[in-house]
């Protein structure tokens, strides 16, 4: 369970408050946290860094009282922060002997097949280069009102450590484990070592978000937690403050939460799941039936479609399932209902004879 010997390719984020004392960063914890990754780096491992902060940094360089929750002000502070924080990840790594490189993402470039795509490929090129990427959201750019935003770094750590296939995810907080009760009410409240399951009690007992900068707490943990699983990726929450945490974890040390994941798709599966839907196709019990039996969705199937979509995007099936679609909304309408043999005649040639196959679909109430 706690056996790390064949991880090679290892996720680590850190949380703002983990990042910071008394709001201002701490050099010498990132220095820590640097040496760290080299050691792994060292072990023939691979790194990927999912970093928290500079809303943080940039309201502290400009003076801006906790807590920041204007937009505006936000990513006025990200775009400020965002410098600051690299260079304290720069001269870190300096310190050891590598290179930190610098990626900023939004929900949107996940989402887009190609994009994501592209954004794998460069990252798998550093990662071969030894040289170790830095990952956050582009606050600056990305707001939830316009559906870029990932919500918070728990997510983005997740998505990250799912879609470049990562074997371990390390979790850093100032939350050192998930507790059996809220242990700021209940004085006898327990850590949990270990969760194989993330139950409707644990996502009840998670409570809110975060507070001041930071915007993840143990709710954003554990939806966290269900995206990394269905990649079959391993994650560990941990007090980020505990001396030489990282490499502890990788040793095997009984520190935190292990959460252990539950099933493992393909890339491809993974990048449907964790995609943002454009629109919904509404099925007949049989045809939900039979997705559950990894069959194709026939249009015979449809009921409706609701949203207003192209072809090859991401869509419900309902409210349990996602799909690529291989017809647009205004086609979809057209043949809902028929047989498929009937498709050549309404849409004319070169059509296909399916609305998705089972290659692209996939459950989401697994």
Not at 57 to 62: C, D, I, P
Not at 101 to 110: D, G, M, Y
Not at 117 to 142: Q, S, Y
Not at 337 to 360: F, M, Q, R, W, Y
Request: glycine share 8%.
């Amino acid at each position: 369970m706690r056996n790390f010997t064949n991880s090679k390719r290892i996720a680590v984020k850190i949380g703002t408050n983990t990042l910071s004392k008394d709001g201002v960063i701490d050099s010498l914890f990132i220095r820590s946290i640097a040496s760290q990754i080299a050691s792994l780096l060292k072990a023939d491992r691979q790194v990927v860094l999912i970093t928290s902060g500079a809303i943080g940094m940039g309201a502290g360089q400009l003076k801006i009282p906790s807590p920041v929750t204007d937009i505006k002000l936000r990513q006025a502070c990200a775009a400020v922060g965002q410098p600051l924080l690299m260079t304290e990840y720069r001269k870190a790594f300096d310190k050891v002997g590598l290179t930190c490189a610098q990626v900023l993402l939004t929900a949107e470039v996940l989402n887009n097949r190609q994009t994501y795509l592209n954004l794998k490929n460069a990252i798998e090129t550093l990662l071969a280069l030894g040289v170790v990427p830095v990952l956050n959201e582009n606050d600056c750019v990305a707001t939830e009102e316009i559906g870029t935003a990932f919500g918070d770094n728990d997510k983005l750590s997740a998505l990250v450590a799912s879609k470049l296939d990562a074997d371990v995810l390390i979790m850093l907080s100032d939350i050192d484990a998930l507790y059996d009760k809220d242990p700021r009410k209940f004085s006898d409240a327990k850590p949990v070592k270990a969760v194989f399951e993330i139950t409707d009690a644990i996502i009840k007992s998670a409570g809110s978000r975060g507070s001041k900068f930071a915007t993840g707490g143990m709710k954003s943990k554990i939806e966290a937690v269900k995206i990394a699983s269905n990649a079959g990726c391993r994650v560990v929450l941990a007090d980020g403050r505990v001396k030489d945490v990282i490499t502890k974890i990788i040793a095997g040390a009984d520190i935190g939460t292990i959460f252990m994941p539950k099933r493992k798709l393909s890339n491809r599966l993974r990048w449907l799941l964790n995609s943002a839907a454009t629109g919904t196709i509404t099925i007949d019990d049989g045809a939900v039936e039979a997705i559950r039996k990894k069959k194709s969705l026939l249009p015979k199937g449809i009921k409706s479609v609701s949203g207003s979509f192209d072809a090859g995007v991401v869509v419900m099936l309902n409210t349990f399932a996602k799909a690529v679609t291989n017809f647009s909304s205004d086609e979809l309408k057209k043949i809902a209902g028929k047989h498929s043999s009937e498709i050549k005649n309404i849409l004319g040639t070169g059509k296909k004879d399916v609305v998705a196959t089972p290659e692209n679909i996939v459950l989401i109430d697994y």
